[in-house]
């Protein structure tokens, strides 16, 4: 069995708040990532996939398809986006780094599938210091 | 004469658009950087000043003190903020790398002098790929 | 299951020795390392966290409460200190990079617990070769 | 148990290829991967070990000497080389990124062992968005 | 006057060799870096260009532009090639990193100047501890 | 004229303060820099030359010489040391970022004079956040 990562990047705004509190208590609870006019963020998403090597290729899987998948099923529907309002697999959820790895765990786990691999985790990075990882469960 | 530089980040939103354009023309011109509803990015700034050595403490200036300059004058002001419609100083500018740098120069410029120091350079990283960097002339 | 990874840096000095060992012996051992006039790093410790999204915040943990937690837990009793000498928690033990992930685990992991979630791994880098990582056992 | 993490780096030629299938099928295969003129990379290697703390030193292994051993064993016979061609233990191997984890992992296994330590990992950055791992098994 | 920088990357095999010795006496001039087999890097470019803020848009130039130039232009003619057999533009050099500076110059020289702006720099990081830029002159 | 720079690392312990002042009033001027008990960093130092190219072999100056050049009159004397009090270069000097440059300056410049190249630059990363850098005047 081999771990194979992809690192993708994107660039999007965000905002932490719950549209049952005010400004003010969302303030209390999220600091200046509640900030009603947004704010954002160079997110970089590492993805791992498992699998065996195929002793045709060498390859478990061509990561250039994987990266293709990434990009069509993730990227381009986040990249330059406000996460809060345009991004239909993140409606209705708090965009904190958690529910985004959670998302996009849902969005890539049937593709991935298809290509004949598991997908083993999400990883995204935030800011330079903040990271969160999700392994499906 | 020693150049000091002194790195600091801040996450913010913003847009690149013309507002004399509707948004169909705002996207030929930008691209995705003109979306009405926002994206973000974790900037770099990397703020270079030029001094002599002060022979009683081994210090061009206290990086400290810079670095709480650079936090009161700057970060404070764009960091978790919109730049596009929060930020007194960049009021009226295009928000692209070029004119934040060059804002953040008019900033920093006279209180590096009360130093006793000279601003160098002002640089930011909008991504891992694009800098602007700004010599105040 | 969520993992987060919060990323603190601190600055220290430190000597690999054996008090029962000459300077030479200790030399052999660890060689510059033991230089007894001491050396130092520039380290970076990753805290990792894991537990279940709040569904009323979209948090495992606040990562602000987290940072402040191993800032008043670890980094303020190490950063900017003599490692060998002047913190309580390393006492009486070799300051190997080994160590002191294990001593930070054991600062950490009743506040940690504290916070409703369960430690994970403390993971340091030395230079940017070298890393040690504990998980508590 | 404690993890203790060696990076070295390595800068060495190779090509993806089938030799039962022709140029142009390579390409089909693996794209500019398969240019028979060739194409590099500077590869990073982490090597991940897992064992007790020695009471009696503070480590689990000294990190020098797993570096050497990395080195004689491993960086010795790949770096500036022609992975394809050059490589004992590589050859008759597709050079895949998989592939050369495998690879290395064999190599050092059982050195590993003789230190008294247990290999963990073997991973490898091809560039700064692909990687490949290994545990083993 | 700002400087706006783009970095790029490719991957690529080479040799540094004089065709006028022989394979021993490349080795003792150039070391490993001479091997008749190949090796290869994965290369970093940053282009730096300079030029006033266009008042209508807010930019130098649009870096899109500037990126798919140095692409068209560079980056697709040396990138998973063997830069000593297969590119044009170095043909009958020396491939060291510095004759590749000189030789992007000049391959960027007359198309950043049709953009409307001034080329200042090349830079190539060979190795994480190797460099050169080229500034035209 | 090419400008090659070479990356080089060590590691070290050092103390700010003026021997004239009590621990108290160099705590006042330093903060926690002052520390009499020491701390240290894992410093990056970054020399640049530059020169022409020679035409018989491509390079500037074969950057394994410069390599080992400032291994030997730097590196060797500075890597695991305690920079106050065991460097010749340095005594009698305060052991900040700014008089590090200066001092490395001064060991290097005959040295590479005496390769043919000229020093344009020394600089020096203390912590992520800190550079100084110096030009020889």
Same mark, same amino acid.
């Given at each position: 069995?081999?771990?194979?990562?992809?690192?993708?990047?994107? =660039?999007?705004?965000?905002?932490?708040?719950?549209?049952?509190?005010? /400004?003010?208590?969302?303030?209390?609870?999220?600091? @200046?990532?509640?900030?009603?006019?947004?704010?954002?963020?160079?997110?970089?998403?590492?993805?791992?996939?498992?699998?065996?090597?195929?002793?045709?290729?060498?390859?478990?899987? /061509?990561?250039?398809?994987?990266?293709?998948?990434?990009?069509?099923?993730?990227? /381009?529907?986040?990249?330059?986006?406000?996460?809060?309002?345009?991004? /239909?697999?993140?409606?209705?959820?708090?965009?904190?780094?958690?529910?985004?790895?959670?998302?996009?765990? &849902?969005?890539?786990? @049937?593709?991935?599938?298809?290509?004949?691999?598991?997908?083993? =985790?999400?990883?995204?990075?935030?800011? &330079?210091?903040?990271?969160?990882?999700?392994?499906?469960?």
């Amino acid at each position: 069995m081999i771990y194979l990562t992809r690192r993708e990047r994107f =660039s999007a705004a965000h905002r932490l708040y719950n549209p049952a509190l005010s /400004d003010e208590e969302n303030f209390e609870l999220y600091g @200046p990532c509640s900030n009603p006019n947004w704010h954002g963020h160079n997110y970089v998403l590492w993805v791992t996939i498992k699998g065996k090597v195929n002793p045709g290729t060498g390859y478990v899987v /061509d990561l250039k398809k994987l990266s293709r998948l990434i990009r069509e099923e993730v990227i /381009d529907k986040i990249d330059h986006k406000n996460l809060n309002v345009e991004v /239909d697999f993140l409606k209705e959820k708090y965009i904190s780094t958690e529910n985004l790895a959670m998302g996009i765990w &849902e969005q890539l786990d @049937p593709h991935v599938k298809a290509l004949g691999v598991e997908l083993h =985790s999400v990883r995204i990075q935030e800011t &330079e210091n903040n990271f969160a990882e999700y392994f499906g469960k």
